[in-house]
């Protein structure tokens, strides 16, 4: 598999992995019965779960500006605190809506992945 190289931009499909990820990152940190929607969250809080997720789907870990990006895509609150704060010095707020999507949409991906064990 070619490498991108520093320079190059990324292309659609690699932003929806990237929602995609972020997705799977919040419903799995729900699963384990984190409270999410509404809480004013370090990113450091969500980096297990997001590092979980980029293995589930097979692709690499998110950087953090990557996974702000696509947490404000999908409709979160993301701000940048100085970096003497924290190693990953951004939090997020998520809302209710999305915390319900991610739940449900964690939910389906897992489904799908028992489906595809099961017919092999």
């Given amino acids: 598999m070619r490498q991108p190289t520093l320079f190059e931009k990324r292309n659609k499909q690699a932003a929806v992995d990237d929602e995609r990820v972020v997705l799977y ?3 799995d940190f729900q699963a ?3 409270a ?6 370090p990113l450091d809080r969500l980096r297990g779960a997001l590092k979980r ?3 589930a789907q097979g692709v690499a870990e998110l950087s953090d500006e990557d996974a702000v990006a696509a ?3 999908l409709g979160a609150e993301v701000r ?3 970096p003497f704060v924290a190693k990953h010095p951004f939090r997020v707020i998520v809302p209710a809506l999305l915390a319900e999507r991610a739940q449900r949409d964690y939910q389906e991906m897992l489904a799908a992945e028992r489906e595809g064990a099961s017919s092999k």
Avoid: I, N, Q
């Fill in 36 to 41: 999410l929607a509404g809480r004013d969250l």
């Fill in 53 to 55: 997720a980029a293995e």
């Fill in 71 to 73: 947490f404000r895509v």
């Fill in 25 to 27: 990152a919040l419903g």
């Fill in 32 to 34: 384990r019965g984190k």
């Fill in 80 to 82: 940048e605190v100085p």
